[in-house]
């Protein structure tokens, strides 16, 4: 058994990228090389930026004054910013969503805990049910032994920092026809 992972619907969060801002001309790619779980979504975004044509500029670090020194340097030459569930960014998220918000840059996020921090939205899913079944999982498997091959849980939470939002000038509602269940987080909750 080794766990839970995180199995980010890339695809589906350009698709918000793109319903919030149709006119997005380039989109930066934010993300650390040491992060083994950014490999997958960041070359899923690139094939959809690629197949729709969209320029994308990659910064990246892996320690936290490589990643702000890396945010700023998109500051300007794109019109939003795509960070997969990486760490090294994590790690100093409301830096880099300060940095992103006062420039004017959408930043589009792998997981609720960067919206918590200040960046503009994220899809994933619940992770209480996600604890809650990988639990189980693991008990079946030492009670039966049987050890399933995989299982992916059911996304569709669609997470917006509605102050980022506002700051942004952003238009979230079109969210609410995209998501299984829209979270509006608002700083202080």
């Known amino acids: 058994v080794t766990g839970v992972s995180d199995a980010l619907n890339t695809p589906f969060i350009m698709d918000m990228m793109f319903a919030a801002n149709?006119?997005?001309?380039?989109?930066?790619l934010l993300y650390s090389l040491s992060e083994p779980n950014s490999e997958v979504p960041i070359q899923e975004?690139?094939?959809?930026?690629d197949a729709k044509g969209i320029?994308?500029?990659?910064?990246?670090?892996?320690?936290?004054?490589?990643?702000?020194?890396?945010?700023?340097?998109l500051v300007?030459?794109?019109?939003?910013?795509?960070?997969?569930?990486?760490?090294?960014v994590m790690n100093v998220a409301p830096t880099?969503?300060?940095?992103?918000?006062?420039?004017g840059i959408a930043h589009y996020t792998g997981a609720d805990s960067f919206v918590q921090a200040g960046s503009f939205v994220t899809c994933g899913v619940n992770y209480t049910?996600?604890?809650?079944?990988?639990?189980q999982m693991a008990m079946d498997i030492v009670l039966g032994g049987e050890v399933p091959e995989f299982h992916v849980m059911e996304g569709g939470i669609i997470t917006v920092n509605t102050d980022t939002a506002k700051a942004l000038n952003l238009?979230?509602?079109?969210?609410?026809?995209?998501?299984?269940?829209?979270?509006?987080?608002?700083a202080g909750e």
């Open 129 to 135: 049910e996600l604890g809650t079944y990988a639990a």
């Open 22 to 28: 149709p006119d997005i001309q380039t989109v930066g």
């Open 96 to 103: 880099v969503a300060e940095i992103f918000t006062e420039a």
């Open 171 to 186: 238009d979230y509602s079109v969210f609410s026809t995209m998501a299984n269940t829209l979270v509006e987080f608002h």
């Open 55 to 73: 320029p994308y500029i990659e910064k990246t670090g892996n320690t936290a004054d490589e990643v702000i020194t890396a945010a700023t340097a």
């Open 45 to 49: 975004a690139k094939a959809y930026l």
């Open 76 to 88: 300007g030459r794109c019109d939003a910013v795509f960070t997969p569930t990486d760490n090294a």
